[in-house]
């Protein structure tokens, strides 16, 4: 590529437009470059062609357009945030995706397909031809085939993640598919399912930073790190808007230097706080005892000797959901609650000879002990902090809350800080309000192989995940890369024999790295799908180098993830990869295996190799978007807010 341009020059470039939305000059199509003092003026590039994708360096997916430059004396491509109208005037692309030019023909690059020779971890491999790689590939998985149990695939993200879990699961067999999730975001996840029935990760939520008048954020940079974007720029909106923000962390981030207040935290502690929190809302009757009784089981009636509920019914209005018998003040009656015209919230007494409490009645007792001069001790928060900020969230409820939070595996009690960081949220009934915890407005997108009438198999083996429930009672299936580890090591609950790597840096992401690489080391057969070499690479048998996204056409479209306007991405090619770069998508490698593992069916995979566009089409008519539209703007929002409403019933018995 000849002169290179620095990280450093690049972001200097950048930073100089705006906050996080940096791009070259350009005037009628005519992009300006400059370097700090370096006259590089003459470096003007006429007609440069603007193209569109979705930014999948990280999980959020944000849309990017792209401006290709040809000729150019540093980059081929100069990447942008893609607006779409006022709607995402709270989303952007950051430093990270700005930086593309320097990956492309990036030195550790894999440049075609490899296959070991020598011991796994060496780090010998020899070049060769992509037929005899999917031959080798083809013949050792032939071997697994009768028993796809043994095969676990590891799919972290890019476009056909997705497609490559429901591949091998759905036509291969096998039940063990899984993402990065028991690395990341799983730990806050489950202590959600706790309230809502189910986990809820980081993007089923939305803060509504933009308009909340209190933001309490514990362990949390919205403004630094992965997936930062579209939250910055909607926090720094609520910030100009007069909201206060208060941060607890275990040192000073970022973040503390725009917050109203920092308070140093011990270490994995936060639990205690929110406790404390919990306790002062709870005895001086802060909390919003309206929202407590309609979006809650708060007045549900529990036997407190076998601490079961007194009774439950079907419930008239939501199929499959439960109504509990309450105490109704307005005529002192035991009712059902859906036939009660004031459940009482905080009740005890005796029915049918037992003894009854209301479950708020049982959480305000047993939060008693949690108070703040006991969170004082645990966490050396000062007391009266505590108090003042517990007493602070009431006040400006519902425009305030505890943020809901991103990663969650730093502390073996995560899940229960979230789990009572979500309670506290009730407590004052923030959720569903404006400037509160919204719900972000999202679609599904079908699947390419349902969009396509693919017939698929269910799985006949139990999945690893089941096997490990009953040990690991918070264990979730497809989130489970860590158990993997554990199982081809334990050889439980059967033998693992194949992996299929797919975007994944194991020895990265997976906690224990020595426990991961003596796994991949008995492993019979790996294959690795991926774009660079990594630390992972030494211990694979086969691989198979793939472009970088922005290098091709992918099989679906794309919803940008953790925003709250459903945005929905074509994804385009915008730039072929270097001359020596030999790489296959990942459809076109799935489309050559299937040939050689079950030729009888290949036909149908045809399309994904050859037309990607036409499954895409299908996608967006079934979304009821305009492609053409779609494919002239890169990028359409399909809401304009989110959700501000509780939207009941939720997953858990009552709904």
């Known amino acids: 590529m000849g002169q290179k341009l620095s990280r450093r020059d690049f972001l200097k470039i950048s930073a100089s437009t705006s906050l996080l939305i940096g791009s070259a000059l350009t005037f009628n199509n005519v992009a300006v470059t400059t370097i700090d003092n370096e006259s590089v003026r003459s470096n003007i590039v006429q007609n440069v062609e603007t193209r569109f994708s979705a930014c999948l360096i990280c999980g959020q997916s944000c849309p990017i357009r792209v401006d290709i430059v040809p000729n150019s004396r540093f980059a081929p491509m100069i990447v942008?945030?893609?607006?779409?109208?006022?709607?995402?005037?709270?989303?952007?692309?950051?430093?990270?995706?700005?930086?593309?030019?320097?990956?492309?023909?990036?030195?550790?690059?894999?440049?075609?397909?490899?296959?070991?020779?020598?011991?796994?971890?060496?780090?010998?491999?020899?070049?060769?031809?992509?037929?005899?790689?999917?031959?080798?590939?083809?013949?050792?998985?032939?071997?697994?085939?009768?028993?796809?149990e043994q095969i676990v695939v590891f799919a972290h993200q890019g476009y056909e993640a997705g497609f490559i879990k429901a591949f091998f699961k759905g036509i291969i067999g096998t039940p063990n598919t899984t993402a990065h999730d028991d690395t990341c975001f799983l730990g806050n996840a489950q202590g959600k399912r706790?309230?809502?029935?189910?986990?809820?990760?980081?993007?089923?939520?939305?803060?509504?930073?933009?308009?909340?008048?209190?933001?309490?954020?514990?362990?949390?940079?919205?403004?630094?790190?992965?997936?930062?974007?579209?939250?910055?720029?909607?926090?720094?909106?609520?910030?100009?808007?007069?909201?206060?923000?208060?941060?607890?962390?275990?040192?000073?981030?970022?973040?503390?230097?725009?917050?109203?207040?920092?308070?140093?935290?011990?270490?994995?502690?936060?639990?205690a706080i929110v406790l404390a929190f919990m306790n002062v809302i709870i005895n001086e009757s802060l909390y919003n005892s309206n929202f407590l009784v309609f979006y809650t089981n708060a007045p549900m009636l529990i036997y407190t000797d076998t601490m079961e509920p007194v009774k439950l019914a079907d419930h008239p209005k939501y199929s499959g959901k439960k109504t509990y018998i309450v105490y109704d003040s307005y005529d002192g009656k035991y009712k059902l609650k859906t036939d009660a015209y004031n459940p009482q919230l905080e009740y005890s007494g005796e029915y049918n000879g037992r003894p009854v409490k209301t479950v708020f009645t049982l959480l305000k007792e047993s939060i008693n002990k949690y108070n703040p001069k006991w969170a004082e001790e645990v966490s050396g928060v000062p007391e009266e902090k505590i108090r003042r900020i517990a007493r602070l969230l009431a006040a400006y409820a519902p425009r305030a809350f505890i943020d809901h939070g991103y990663k969650g595996t730093r502390y073996r009690n995560e899940s229960m800080f979230y789990r009572v960081a979500g309670i506290v949220n009730a407590l004052i009934g923030s959720y569903g309000a404006k400037g509160g915890v919204a719900w972000p407005k999202s679609v599904s997108i079908p699947s390419p192989l349902n969009i396509m009438n693919i017939k698929t198999v269910t799985p006949s083996a139990k999945s690893i995940a089941e096997h490990w429930s009953e040990e690991y009672p918070l264990v979730v299936d497809d989130m489970t890369s860590m158990l993997f580890i554990k199982s081809i090591l334990e050889e439980k609950p059967y033998p693992v024999k194949a992996a299929i790597i797919y975007n994944q840096n194991l020895i990265s992401h997976i906690q224990g790295s020595s426990k991961v690489e003596e796994a991949l080391k008995k492993l019979e057969f790996t294959v690795m799908f991926d774009v660079m070499w990594n630390e992972t690479a030494p211990f694979v048998d086969v691989i198979l180098p793939i472009p970088f996204f922005f290098e091709y056409n992918p099989i679906t479209l794309v919803q940008a993830s953790k925003t709250n306007i459903a945005q929905i991405i074509l994804p385009m090619k915008v730039i072929d990869p270097p001359s020596d770069i030999d790489v296959r998508t990942p459809s076109w490698i799935i489309y050559e295996l299937i040939k050689r593992l079950k030729p009888e069916i290949a036909d149908s995979f045809k399309v994904f190799a050859e037309n990607p566009e036409s499954i895409q089409r299908k996608q967006a008519e079934k979304l009821n978007i305009n492609f053409d539209e779609l494919k002239t703007k890169g990028v359409i929002a399909l809401y304009n807010e989110p959700l501000y409403k509780v939207p009941i019933p939720f997953a858990t018995i009552t709904g």
């Open 80 to 148: 942008k945030h893609n607006s779409v109208s006022e709607l995402d005037q709270w989303f952007a692309a950051c430093g990270r995706p700005r930086l593309l030019f320097e990956m492309w023909d990036h030195p550790d690059r894999i440049k075609g397909p490899l296959i070991r020779e020598g011991n796994k971890g060496d780090g010998k491999f020899r070049s060769t031809t992509w037929n005899e790689a999917l031959d080798y590939v083809a013949e050792n998985l032939k071997r697994y085939i009768d028993k796809p």
């Open 194 to 271: 706790f309230l809502f029935g189910k986990p809820v990760g980081p993007g089923g939520f939305y803060s509504d930073y933009v308009h909340a008048q209190l933001i309490v954020l514990m362990g949390r940079d919205p403004i630094n790190g992965l997936v930062a974007t579209p939250w910055t720029k909607a926090l720094s909106a609520g910030k100009s808007h007069g909201a206060k923000i208060i941060v607890f962390d275990v040192k000073r981030p970022r973040i503390a230097d725009l917050a109203d207040e920092f308070i140093l935290v011990a270490p994995g502690t936060d639990l």
